[in-house]
């Protein structure tokens, strides 16, 4: 799929990037460049399209430089969101030919073992998803989703690891790193004096993030909540995304946001009232049970992000079937808030 590049400049000296996807339903991801007398920093670069030909995915990023007056060779810093595939899959092409800074949280290191050892993780996927009830005849097509090694164009470690808080001067404003975990442990925005949010996936303009769940995850919807209650706090007046056009008003859909999930939480518990459910019986009632493979993956991941939420707030308990498979069921009220494996 080509983009047809032009310049966009949302905001002085900040110009967006549309950049091509090769999936249904997401066609396109942002990056930004920011412009600076030392050399342009660009937030978040794209992803390889295995299947694109000739310069593919490479070649889109140059022309959506070009547009802009740069060429990848010129980038000094490359501030990675979130090392998830569309974000973070040509960062090893964009090093290979600028040799540029790589900014990403320190947590990251961790997360970018997906790309290391993808068959561990999909094997650690496959045992969580038969311990929740899905069926094992469907099992290894759910889990086949976690290879994206054909996406990305290496491993790219941070040349300067973030915590959150950092500021630097780029340009004409002094920006702000804001650590913002949920849609990714190391999710990373940047938000300027002048109340501009480039916000990665953290909050977009028309769905709402995907908040995965995998045992030793902790309690991700948590995290998420919280974020978005210090974007809230922030109200940034435009805010930048990663898909999607730029929007008005963050604290406004930061808000909206936090009340999506706190009707599916709603949702969950209405399913579990009466008899203890699976993860997959609840995803099934919730989603609907005619979602394609990858659909159905996300989706699972979203139901276990909220019912391991609900579980360490003591709504839900856990217990086994005869089977061995995890059941939820509603709370007795003396039951102590635990957490989730």
């Known amino acids: 799929m080509k983009v047809e590049h032009r310049r966009r400049e949302p905001a002085p000296g900040v110009y967006r990037l549309v950049l091509p996807l090769p999936f249904p339903g997401l066609a396109r991801v942002n990056a930004y460049l920011l412009s600076d007398d030392s050399g342009p ?9 295995p299947a694109a030909p000739g310069e593919g995915s490479w070649g889109e990023l140059r022309a959506a430089l070009g547009a802009c007056g740069v060429s990848p060779e010129d980038v000094t810093r490359l501030v990675i969101t979130h090392p998830h595939v569309d974000h973070y899959g040509l960062a090893g092409a964009l090093v290979e030919a ?49 290879d994206w090694r054909p996406f990305i164009t290496g491993v790219v470690e ?19 790193v804001v ?14 004096e002048d109340g501009i949010l480039i916000s990665g996936d953290h909050i977009l303009p028309a769905i709402t993030p995907h908040i995965d769940f995998q045992r030793g995850a902790g ?12 974007i809230e706090r922030l109200a940034p007046d435009l805010v930048l995304p990663g898909h999607g056009r730029p929007f008005d008003d963050g604290a406004e859909r930061a808000r ?9 939480l709603g949702s969950i518990l209405q399913v579990i009232r009466h008899r203890p459910c699976s993860a997959s019986e609840i995803t099934d009632e919730v989603f609907g049970s005619t979602l394609l493979n990858f659909e159905r993956r996300l989706a699972l991941g979203e139901a276990l992000a909220h019912l391991a ?17 995890y059941l939820y069921r509603k709370a007795s009220p003396s039951r102590r808030p635990v957490a989730d494996d």
Do not use: N
Request: glycine share 10%; hydrophobic share 30%.
């Open 179 to 192: 650590h913002t975990p949920g849609h990714a442990r190391s999710h990373i925005c940047l938000y300027s």
């Open 41 to 49: 920093t660009l937030i978040d670069c794209g992803m390889k399209d």
């Open 98 to 146: 600028s040799g540029c800074d790589v900014w990403m949280h320190a947590d990251a290191s961790e997360e970018l073992e997906v790309y290391r050892d993808p068959g561990g993780l999909s094997r650690r996927v496959a045992e969580m998803l038969v311990d929740h009830g899905v069926d094992p005849a469907d099992v290894r097509e759910l889990s086949a989703f976690e």
């Open 256 to 264: 909206a946001i936090a009340r999506h999930h706190d009707r599916r």
């Open 219 to 230: 309690d991700p919807l948590g995290d998420y909540l919280r974020s978005l209650a210090t």
């Open 309 to 325: 939420y609900l579980r360490r707030r003591g709504e839900v308990e856990r217990i086994r079937a005869p089977d061995g498979t």
């Open 158 to 176: 941070a040349t300067r690891p973030l915590q959150g808080g950092e500021k630097v001067r780029i340009g004409p404003r002094s920006w702000e």
